[in-house]
């Protein structure tokens, strides 16, 4: 299974570097895992595509403001993108310098018109970077802290962003992107949604920079997964065996919430589960738990396009894909959604 069964062609433009003005304006393309069909709608017509007894089930992870711009003793300058807390002053970080700082370094976030924060990077363990700092994470965060874009927005983060780079359901603070599926959704189409006799229920999974990194091995089976920390409750195992029992549907918004419960429901049963997860999908995974998805538009050759290729099958993505790009939808994480159910009709 090699990576380049899994790029498509994308024009820069049609990538999204702002939020439409309204979260539910955006266009949604409904995909038939079975026969491949596709049809043109806005995000506003989702619920039609929903029944009564269905199961959304949303990730409730905040994204924090975990980029950090600052200085080296020497004046270098120095970008830090904080990628998990691991204590009231300590955390794991991604480090951009002209030189890539040994234990002892010392950073200072900020700029002279502010008092800066100060932070000593203390060792690496792997690509990231252990850092202390003067302040709680937290504080220092508030205080200097930007929302961590990604990187084919191609613009400084603004005002704005602090909350439009958020759902409406974020609660548990520890995400560095956002689980932008749901980003779509508003209270006006929760409540509608509630009127149609679907339920919701809420997973965590704290989003790291790992779901931007490029797979680099040709064969992608040879690739290693990034580590994720996610939460799945009993209460949440309780909400979706009933809903199987009655015989709705479990969707799941994003493939951060698929990730959740796949990894959940590994033994083939699931379970409540807290800890970190490196669950790799590709074509020929049997999904155990989810029988629809919302989604947006992914990276070429990315993990996250090979999930949605292995749940609907890679040439009915990839035909929507193309579609997409003809029809000239916008990309990724300010981008336009899909709404996909599965290659085979059923899952588990």
Same mark, same amino acid.
């Given at each position: 299974m090699q990576r380049s069964d899994f790029t498509y062609d994308l024009p820069d433009e049609l990538i999204a570097q702002h939020p439409l003005s309204e979260r539910s304006a955006s266009r949604l393309l409904s995909v038939d895992g079975p026969s491949g069909d596709v049809s043109h709608l806005s995000f506003k017509d989702l619920p039609p595509l929903l029944r009564d007894g269905d199961l959304l089930v949303f990730n409730n992870t905040r994204v924090i403001p975990a980029r950090?711009?600052?200085?080296?003793?020497?004046?270098?300058?120095?970008?830090?993108?904080?990628?998990?807390? $691991?204590?009231?002053t300590t955390a794991l970080s991604h480090v951009r310098a002209s030189k890539s700082p040994k234990p002892g370094t010392?950073?200072?976030?900020?700029?002279?018109?502010?008092?800066?924060?100060?932070?000593?990077?203390?060792?690496?363990?792997?690509?990231?970077?252990?850092l202390e700092s003067d302040l709680r994470i937290a504080q220092l965060l508030e205080r200097f802290g930007h929302m961590p874009l990604p990187p084919y927005i191609e613009r400084e983060d603004e005002?704005?962003?602090?909350?439009?780079?958020?759902?409406?359901?974020?609660?548990?603070?520890?995400a560095v992107a956002a689980?932008?599926?749901?980003?779509?959704?508003?209270?006006?189409?929760?409540?509608?949604?509630?009127?149609?006799?679907?339920? $919701?229920?809420?997973? $965590?999974?704290?989003?790291?920079?790992? $779901?931007?990194?490029?797979?680099?091995?040709d064969d992608v089976r040879d690739h290693e997964m990034h580590a994720e920390w996610l939460e799945v409750t009993e209460a949440t195992c309780k909400q979706i065996q009933e809903t199987k029992a009655r015989g709705g549907r479990v969707i799941a918004v994003g493939t951060t919430a698929v990730r959740s419960l796949e990894t959940a429901a590994q033994s083939g049963?699931?379970?409540?589960?807290?800890?970190?997860?490196?669950?790799?999908?590709?074509p020929g995974f049997r999904f155990n738990c989810i029988d629809a998805m919302i989604t947006n538009f992914h990276l070429p050759e990315?993990?996250?396009?090979?999930?949605?290729?292995?749940f609907c099958g890679r040439d009915v993505i990839l035909r929507a894909y193309e579609e997409a790009v003809k029809e000239r939808y916008r990309f990724f994480s300010y981008g336009d959604a899909m709404f996909l159910t599965p290659q085979n009709g059923v899952v588990g």
């Amino acid at each position: 299974m090699q990576r380049s069964d899994f790029t498509y062609d994308l024009p820069d433009e049609l990538i999204a570097q702002h939020p439409l003005s309204e979260r539910s304006a955006s266009r949604l393309l409904s995909v038939d895992g079975p026969s491949g069909d596709v049809s043109h709608l806005s995000f506003k017509d989702l619920p039609p595509l929903l029944r009564d007894g269905d199961l959304l089930v949303f990730n409730n992870t905040r994204v924090i403001p975990a980029r950090l711009y600052g200085h080296k003793e020497s004046g270098g300058r120095v970008e830090v993108l904080i990628e998990r807390v $691991t204590g009231e002053t300590t955390a794991l970080s991604h480090v951009r310098a002209s030189k890539s700082p040994k234990p002892g370094t010392r950073i200072f976030v900020g700029d002279e018109e502010t008092k800066l924060g100060e932070v000593l990077v203390t060792g690496r363990e792997g690509a990231l970077f252990a850092l202390e700092s003067d302040l709680r994470i937290a504080q220092l965060l508030e205080r200097f802290g930007h929302m961590p874009l990604p990187p084919y927005i191609e613009r400084e983060d603004e005002e704005a962003d602090k909350e439009r780079y958020q759902t409406v359901f974020a609660q548990r603070e520890g995400a560095v992107a956002a689980p932008t599926a749901g980003l779509h959704f508003d209270g006006v189409l929760l409540e509608q949604i509630a009127e149609v006799g679907v339920s $919701t229920t809420e997973v $965590t999974l704290h989003v790291g920079a790992g $779901t931007f990194q490029p797979v680099r091995e040709d064969d992608v089976r040879d690739h290693e997964m990034h580590a994720e920390w996610l939460e799945v409750t009993e209460a949440t195992c309780k909400q979706i065996q009933e809903t199987k029992a009655r015989g709705g549907r479990v969707i799941a918004v994003g493939t951060t919430a698929v990730r959740s419960l796949e990894t959940a429901a590994q033994s083939g049963e699931l379970k409540p589960y807290s800890g970190d997860t490196q669950l790799f999908i590709l074509p020929g995974f049997r999904f155990n738990c989810i029988d629809a998805m919302i989604t947006n538009f992914h990276l070429p050759e990315s993990t996250l396009l090979m999930l949605v290729s292995a749940f609907c099958g890679r040439d009915v993505i990839l035909r929507a894909y193309e579609e997409a790009v003809k029809e000239r939808y916008r990309f990724f994480s300010y981008g336009d959604a899909m709404f996909l159910t599965p290659q085979n009709g059923v899952v588990g």
